[in-house]
């Protein structure tokens, strides 16, 4: 039997698992910050290190019995420093969040300024945002995209960093389809005497595939989630040059965080050695690769697509002047056609982020199935058909079936439909 240990203790919840399971093989799944993990991670995620409490570090602990988790964890740092070219890193963040969250903690104080880009603009909420604790604990100067041509214009950035003196820069974004130049921001920060931070959260599978330049060695600091395309648990984990070791550490513990999730630290591992293989920079290419035929789809069936085109994982595309619809209902209605999207603000966008004008989508969890630049060609004129017809409930529903069709052919990393029948 499936799940033996919950269909025993929790029908309800082994029921909810099987229902997502079906739900993540059945459609196509555009998020670009979501994926499928492993096999091999998700047994990581669920082994027994689950149980074991490990405040501390490697060799400096407050518990007994960390013979093992010692080395779980020294085998994820030593993975990540030579992954990332970087002196120093620790994995125990338990989010991205968090993770920038002890970068501020340990670079800086309460109401130093800070520079990063615009929530509205692609940035993300620890980043500044008004509302977050970034935006409250420092003081934010968010940078902004150009107007006319919706790319970081590096030389603004640099004019506005010289008029208030920033502490600390922050590049690396949720919503960006282009090329981040880091060479530029290390100008930026040397010519003010800004820290410079790399969140790289939503391109690191492409950085350590060669599909997207490197901030590493010039940035000062660097975070990341350890899913969206690195493909591993949900969790993070950060990099820095070794003058700044001693104060991430703490920063962590005992300054924001307790004991480590050493079932996450053991799933990074994993991912950290499944992205050092040759197929995982096959893979980085191709989920590029994916998203410029996707984006040539787009383009040819009218969508207007920010910045013109993506030269990442990622497309956002602006709905409400060009096609009609809101964000919202634009991305409900992909969804009932299989197609799963989200809402998104684009640059200067008028509607309320709850109902904004664009909708987001990327590449990295389709290129995990094997799908390439044929089924992005089929995927883009589906989804010109569903915003055409996203009130006519047959027609999405006709779509949906398409799409299931079309799934079938590609098998999810980590997910077996023979399951489901035991």
């Not at 890193?89 to 670079?107: D, F, R």
């Not at 799908?371 to 004129?381: A, N």
Request: net charge neutral; with cysteine.
């Amino acid at each position: 039997m499936y799940l033996p240990g919950l269909a025993q203790t929790d029908p309800e919840i082994r029921d909810l698992i099987i229902a997502e399971e079906k739900r993540e093989w059945e459609k196509v799944r555009l998020i670009p910050s979501e994926n499928y993990a492993s096999s091999a991670v998700m047994e990581a995620t669920g082994s027994v290190f689950t149980n074991k409490y490990s405040e501390g570090y490697p060799g400096k602990r407050y518990y007994e019995g960390q013979q093992l988790t010692d080395r779980v964890e020294n085998l994820a740092i030593d993975r990540a420093k030579k992954i990332f070219g970087m002196e120093h890193a620790n994995v125990q963040p338990y989010s991205g969040s968090p993770a920038n969250m002890t970068v501020y903690h340990a670079l800086l104080e309460h109401g130093d300024t800070i520079m990063g880009l615009a929530l509205p603009h692609g940035g993300h909420l620890t980043h500044g945002w008004k509302v977050n604790f970034s935006g409250k604990s420092y003081h934010s100067v968010p940078y902004e995209l150009d107007p006319a041509t919706e790319l970081l214009n590096y030389d603004k950035i640099l004019e506005q960093a010289k008029e208030v003196k920033p502490k600390l820069i922050i590049a690396g974004y949720t919503a960006y389809p282009r090329t981040i130049d880091f060479a530029k921001f290390r100008e930026i920060c040397d010519a003010v005497g800004a820290f410079f931070h790399a969140d790289i959260s939503h391109i690191t599978g492409l950085i350590i595939g060669g599909a997207h330049p490197s901030p590493f060695p010039m940035a000062d600091t660097g975070t990341t989630t350890s899913h969206k395309t690195l493909r591993g648990p949900r969790g993070a984990l950060i990099v820095s040059r070794k003058e700044y070791a001693e104060k991430i550490d703490k920063a962590i513990i005992p300054g924001l965080q307790g004991g480590p999730h050493n079932h996450t630290t053991a799933a990074i591992a994993v991912a950290l050695k499944e992205a050092s293989t040759p197929e995982f920079k096959q893979y980085a290419q191709q989920v590029v690769r994916n998203a410029k035929a996707l984006a040539e789809e787009l383009n040819a069936n009218g969508f207007r697509l920010v910045s013109g085109g993506t030269d990442n994982h990622l497309i956002l595309f602006e709905t409400l002047k060009s096609k009609g619809i809101s964000g919202r209902d634009a991305a409900k209605a992909f969804d009932k056609a299989g197609i799963v999207t989200n809402c998104n603000t684009v640059p200067f966008d008028p509607s309320s982020p709850f109902n904004p004008a664009g909708v987001r989508i990327g590449t990295p969890a389709i290129t995990s199935r094997g799908m390439k630049e044929p089924e992005m060609k089929k995927i883009g004129k589906w989804m010109n058909e569903v915003i055409e017809h996203h009130a006519d409930e047959q027609v999405l529903a006709r779509i949906a079936a398409e799409v299931k069709e079309m799934c079938q052919s590609f098998p999810c990393p980590g997910i077996n439909p023979g399951n489901w029948e035991s």
